[in-house]
Structure formats: C-alpha cells, structure tokens
C-alpha cells in the first residue's frame, strides 16, 4: 500500500495514521459541535486542531446528513473561498481538504490553496471533477454513498453483498480517477451513507479488505448514529464510542481518521502506535 500522497509539491506522509479534522462552515450539520460561520471562529478551531495533532483539516459546506439538500455551487464557492485564503495565510504548513461534490467548487478551492478535494459521491455527482483534479495534480478521495443524502436511506443496501458491493464500486471508481490522470487517491467507504446499522459494523470488522485496493483508507465515524443510536444516546455522547471504533479501524489498516474531536483521536493513534511497535 502506498504511504505517502502527493499534493501538489508537498508529500503527506502516511506511514502512520494522522487525523483529519471536521471543520463545517454551515449550521445544518448533524453534530452541532463541529459547525462554524465566522471566520475567527473557524481559524480559532484549526488552530486548535493542529496543536492537538490534526495534519489535515477538512472543511466542508454542505450538510450530508440523511435528508439533506445539494448545495448551491455558486453559494458554496463563495462561502469556501472566503475561508481557505485565511486559513492558508494562518497555516501554511497544514493541508486543506475541501469536501465538496461539485467540479466548480474544487476548481476555485484548488485555485485558493486546497491540498485535496473529499467528495462523498465520488465524482458521481459530478463528473468533471475528476479533470479539475487531474489538472492540478490533487489527491481525490473517494467515498462511497448509495444515493445522495437526501434519498441515501430511502434504499440501503442489501445486506448480503454489502461488503462486496461497496469494494466492488470503490475498485470501479479509484480505475475511473486513474484513468483520468488522478495519481493519488485515498478511499472512504461511507459510514452511514446508505448503509443500516448493521451493514456499517460488517464494512468495519472487515476494513482490511479495503487494503487490496493499494490506497490508504480513510475512516468517517466520528460520532455518528452507528454509534449513539444503539447506545440509545446522542451524538454529543458518542466520543467514548467514537474512540473505540477508532481502534478497530486502526487495528484494520486506516490511515486516516475524520474526527471532530482531534486530541481523543490522536490518543487512539499514539496507543495504537504502542501495542504494534516492534
């Protein structure tokens, strides 16, 4: 598996898990915890998240929670770019993610600093965004999502081929990005995004099948309904919860780790780090 990614001239070194931090510029996500619209507030929170060990910080305006609307691109655009030029000048040395499934958002975002572009469809959605990647020699990180959010949970899955289902449409896709002249790609393989309950613990205990593909893979659980709706809590209670899945994804081969809670995440690399070291 590779482990290194290259973004533009700079090398993101993934020979151990780092942690990407959830930073949402709308007040529509489901965790109330990672929303921020003032700019101050947002540059107060990256900056929080890198000294507790966030080497990437992904920031996103559109709500992908069950139900939610597409965003307007061009409202989109204009809320994304207010936010990267700042965040850029404060923090140079960190990478940017941008979380967006429209080709016109990534072009401006890659024009103003963007290290990397995270769409949830996977280009799906729009299909020119994989030339607007191409072009600029930006890693793509592919998520797989049956649907879009509004209908996602419409129709889940059949539980008997979830697992073949998502590496089988994942293998498709990372082909697709390569064939387009995308180099470098990480892939997701959707917590909660048209999945049930049970289909999400099945694509987690067998994570390592993933690494066949031979790209790292990303992990979304950060206190999500996978996790507080058994536990019969709320997504403002699922940090202890979100640890242990954290763990489990490590110990399966994630690189990554998409959390809002950065330090707790950190914690769960350092300690895995310790129980594999030679």
């Given amino acids: 598996m590779k482990h290194s990614i290259l973004c533009k001239d700079r090398v993101l070194?993934?020979?151990?898990?780092?942690?990407?931090?959830?930073?949402?510029?709308?007040?529509?996500?489901?965790?109330?915890?990672?929303?921020?619209?003032?700019?101050?507030?947002?540059?107060?929170?990256?900056?929080?998240?890198?000294?507790?060990?966030?080497?990437?910080?992904?920031?996103?305006?559109?709500?992908?929670?069950?139900?939610?609307?597409?965003?307007?691109?061009k409202e989109e655009a204009l809320v994304i770019n207010g936010v990267l030029t700042p965040l850029k000048n404060r923090f140079?040395?960190?990478?940017i993610s941008v979380d967006t499934l429209h080709s016109q958002v990534a072009e401006i975002a890659i024009q103003n600093g963007a290290d990397m572009i995270n769409d949830i469809s996977g280009g799906d959605f729009d299909p020119n965004i994989v030339n607007a990647l191409a072009n600029n020699n930006i890693p793509f990180i592919i998520m797989h999502m049956k649907g879009i959010p509004e209908n996602m949970q419409n129709n889940p899955m059949s539980d008997d081929h979830t697992l073949m289902e998502v590496l089988t449409a994942l293998?498709?896709?990372?082909?697709?990005?390569?064939?387009?002249?995308?180099?470098?790609?990480?892939?997701?393989?959707?917590?909660?995004?048209?999945?049930?309950?049970?289909?999400n613990y099945k694509l987690l205990k067998h994570l390592n099948v993933f690494n066949i593909l031979d790209v790292p893979v990303l992990v979304g659980l950060s206190r999500k309904s996978m996790i507080?709706?058994?536990?019969?809590?709320?997504?403002?209670?699922?940090?202890?919860?979100?640890?242990?899945?954290?763990?489990?994804?490590l110990q399966n081969g994630a690189k990554i780790l998409r959390a809002h809670d950065v330090k707790e995440a950190m914690q769960c690399i350092q300690l895995h780090k310790l129980l594999y070291a030679d």
């Avoid at 140079?92 to 990478?95: E, S, T």
């Avoid at 293998?171 to 049970?198: C, E, N, R, W």
């Avoid at 507080?228 to 994804?249: D, F, R, V, Y």
């Fill in 13 to 73: 070194d993934l020979s151990l898990p780092v942690v990407m931090g959830i930073i949402n510029v709308n007040n529509d996500s489901f965790y109330a915890g990672s929303r921020f619209q003032d700019v101050q507030d947002i540059l107060t929170q990256a900056e929080r998240m890198i000294s507790e060990g966030a080497t990437i910080i992904d920031i996103g305006y559109m709500s992908s929670r069950p139900g939610a609307k597409i965003s307007d691109p």
């Fill in 92 to 95: 140079p040395n960190v990478f």
């Fill in 228 to 249: 507080w709706k058994p536990l019969q809590i709320t997504a403002g209670e699922a940090l202890n919860g979100t640890s242990a899945l954290h763990m489990i994804a």
């Fill in 171 to 199: 293998k498709h896709k990372v082909y697709h990005a390569k064939q387009h002249g995308i180099k470098d790609i990480i892939i997701d393989p959707g917590f909660g995004f048209g999945k049930s309950l049970d289909q």
